[in-house]
């Protein structure tokens, strides 16, 4: 039974270590921890050998001891169970099904990577309900799914929380996560081995297999062969494929037959969250760390932070760190100060000039250019000439008259005038400051 409050303070424990010991390292010895019972009085952990149990600790008693019951003698009240040990235990009459088992490849799940601990917003919202339709009827709707995107925007995130959810809601299904590396490194480690068979057996016997950045499957040829073979069969017989990778399949570089069978079933891009799930990302991630970090804070750190969620959570490691030595209250520019080196700016030497600005304005606003350089005094256009002269304040590194000037001859007291109204309004009026936002970005990434 997992008593609730036990369970997430476990939880909450996993997110400080992982916030303490590299990706590895938390990899390696703490992802394979599973929390078998929690009640307020001790917590039953199943480790996969004495090693991951005397790795726990001999490094973070301590701290196991701040989010962990206690026993009398101030020892957290953890009983470990060897997870090898656990078969012998099962009462069941009937024979057990003869599975093949290969010792490295337990399924090894991050356990912060669930349904639950991910925040959906536009930019990921399909691939989060494909993922969430997958886990409920493996083999049944889309074969296989193929979700690509950058670097940090939670793909793996998700094709772990399948695998969690499979785990949990469909027992007698065999999943297995793998890492492209992982895979080729089976094959090359089986075929020394002389069980090459064996293995492909395993992989045969899945019912959904889970394979991570197939991008490393490029330019290793001998490799992507038995890696389309082992695919095809699965597929063939219905089994659940789900892979991940930095690009759409067309532009990876693999086989013609490769390709086609990864565009087979439905391919899903993952966009770069937008502003508010950005903010939504950081108050949660933020809480569950316990800082509060009030919003306008929030959204000063999505605005600079905006291309890797990642970055986002280093950016919250990094406040926590600094709010245990500090007393006073998060201000922009102390958070300015702890994290200048993550945050985002455009490329120092790229000259942007008035006319970019003017474009993306315009586009922004639904207005002409024309109509932003002329004199007319309509409410959308002097809006929409007002930003337009604000960001070319911003970003522009030159002389206020001259930046005037490109305004059809406007006077830098005009320009300087409508940049301190936009400042102020942006302050108060989010739809703006979220326009001008996008529009900033916009120039920024031409
Ligand atoms: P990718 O595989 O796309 O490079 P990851 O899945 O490793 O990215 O995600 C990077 C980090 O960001 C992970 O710690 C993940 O939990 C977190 N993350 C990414 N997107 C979200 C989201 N929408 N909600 C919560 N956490 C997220
Ligand atoms: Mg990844």
Request: charged share 25%.
């Amino acid at each position: 039974m997992l008593d609730c409050e036990v369970k997430s303070s476990w939880t909450q424990f996993l997110e400080f270590i992982e916030s303490r010991c590299s990706s590895a390292e938390f990899q390696n010895w703490i992802a394979p921890i599973r929390l078998i019972e929690a009640t307020p009085d001790k917590v039953i952990l199943e480790v996969p050998n004495v090693y991951v149990q005397d790795y726990l600790l001999d490094n973070f008693k301590e701290v196991l001891c701040n989010f962990l019951p206690l026993l009398a003698s101030g020892e957290p009240a953890i009983q470990f169970l060897i997870a090898t040990e656990k078969p012998t235990t099962s009462t069941t009459g009937s024979a057990p099904e003869p599975v093949e088992e290969l010792p490295s490849n337990e399924l090894c799940l991050n356990p912060l990577y669930t349904f639950e601990n991910f925040i959906e917003g536009p930019s990921n919202q399909f691939v989060k309900s494909a993922t969430v339709g997958i886990a409920n009827r493996p083999g049944k709707s889309y074969n296989p799914l193929f979700i690509h995107g950058g670097v940090g925007l939670g793909k793996t995130h998700l094709l772990h929380s399948i695998g969690h959810y499979v785990k949990e809601h469909h027992r007698k299904l065999r999943v297995q996560v793998i890492t492209t590396e992982g895979f080729i490194n089976d094959i090359v480690d089986h075929l020394k081995a002389k069980s090459i068979d064996k293995m492909k057996r395993f992989y045969r016997t899945l019912d959904v297999l889970l394979i991570d950045d197939i991008q490393f499957l490029q330019n290793r040829l001998g490799f992507e062969e038995e890696f389309c073979n082992t695919f095809e069969t699965l597929l063939n017989q219905n089994k659940q494929i789900v892979i991940t990778s930095d690009k759409p399949p067309a532009h990876l570089k693999l086989s013609e037959r490769m390709v086609a069978r990864l565009e087979w079933g439905l391919v899903a891009h993952m966009g770069v969250p937008d502003l508010e799930t950005r903010v939504a990302i950081i108050k949660h991630k933020s809480e569950r760390r316990g800082l509060n970090i009030p919003n306008q804070i929030a959204f000063f750190i999505a605005e600079h932070i905006y291309n890797n969620v990642r970055q986002i959570e280093g950016a919250i490691n990094r406040l926590c760190a600094h709010s245990k030595l500090m007393s006073e209250n998060l201000t922009e520019e102390i958070v300015e100060k702890i994290l200048s080196e993550l945050f985002q700016h455009n490329a120092p030497n790229k000259k942007i000039s008035v006319e970019e600005i003017l474009k993306s304005v315009a586009a922004v606003f639904e207005v002409r250019v024309s109509e932003i350089k002329g004199e007319s005094r309509h409410k959308e256009i002097a809006l929409a000439r007002q930003v337009a002269m604000y960001l070319a304040k911003e970003m522009i590194d030159d002389s206020l008259m001259k930046i005037a000037s490109s305004f059809g001859g406007k006077t830098h007291s005009t320009l300087l005038h409508a940049w301190k109204k936009i400042t102020d309004q942006v302050q108060m009026n989010e739809m703006l400051r979220r326009q001008v936002q996008m529009i900033r970005r916009n120039i920024e990434t031409i």
